[in-house]
């Protein structure tokens, strides 16, 4: 029986993403941890794993914070003696693999889910914080055993930037998604009494973040006004104080239904008529899959990351970046062509099924976690 840890920034990230990879490898047999700063998720965590909480400042880049920390979680994980740990976004896939190593972890595994905004930003600031975390990342991905990205446009840069060796990338596209979670015939829509039946609902389901197309979905909302077959709907919101943020007076903008963030994303889906993501840059946006599972058409930039979940023509419509007017033309051609966003859909359901159910992504983890442990 091995010992495998799954460290993150987030407890709610670990709860959704990392859970189905958990739940297969104990039924195999294995002890499983899941390790994340306490939060609102932990207690439905403890519902099924081990959990071992530390502390974290997910807001400081003071490096003496951080790397107090992380001599912090080097004597919890000394204490798990686990055979291998997989850790997930930037700061666990840099300061959890020191402190893995630290801690004589033999293997570490890092997963790359999209490089965030420091990669879409291209101010002095924002440099600056970049090139620091390419550094990290360097000696971080020099220690650790491989490195799974979810798609193609992150690992060539890693390399382009000589932050990794070649031999150390693993491909696994998405995270997956829970196909009978979300499926389109066992789903109830939710009603909406704000929005007539003759309308159809464009969904967007995003945080509140500029660099997630948030104002180019609120213009396309205004291109497309006069139209009395569709309504607009918003679903996330955003981080106070953070100035990639917008804020709660733009979003109850006139023309946008704004619902805050919501936990019945597969009731508003299967209401819904498409989902757009006019976004700048995505890892594998799981969003889209849900959609797709969903079995409704997606609009999406044509950018890394959305168009690799998007298939231009196949489950959806690919739109400029930065471009609403784009964005509203692709809408609109969904819109009046009924059939030819039922294909869509039609095609994004079989997708997931074949390519991007849960399950079938656990089991591709289980092949990565075999080279190195018994599991």
Known sequence: MARIGFLSHADMSIYYFRSPIMRALQKNGHEVFAICPDGEYVKRLKNEFKVITYELDKASLNPFIVFKNAKKLSEILAGLKLDLLQTSAHKSNVFGTFAAK??????????????????????????????????????????????????QSDPQYFLSKNLIAKEKIIKIASVGVNSQKFDPNSTKAIKFDEIKNNEKIILMIA????????????????????????????????????????????LRGKNVLYLGARDDVPELLKASYMLV?????????RTVLEAMSMQKPVVASNVSGCNEAVIQGKNGLLCEVKNAKDLAKKIETLLDDENLAAKLGKNGRIMVQSEFDENIIAKKYLEVYRKFINV
């Open 102 to 151: 630290k801690a004589g972890i033999k293997y570490v595994i890092n997963l790359v889910e999209g490089l965030g905004s420091f990669y879409i930003d291209d101010d002095f600031k924002t440099k600056i914080i970049r090139n620091f975390i390419e550094i990290l990342y360097k000696k971080a991905l020099n220690m650790s055993n491989a490195c799974i990205f979810v798609n």
């Open 277 to 285: 993501l006019p976004s700048y840059k995505e890892g594998f946006p």
């Open 207 to 250: 945080r509140a973040m500029w660099h997630k197309g948030v104002r180019e979905f609120y213009e396309a909302s205004e291109l497309l006004k006069d139209r009395k077959d569709c309504k607009f709907v918003y679903v996330g919101e955003g981080f106070a104080g953070n100035k990639s943020t917008a804020s709660e007076d733009f």
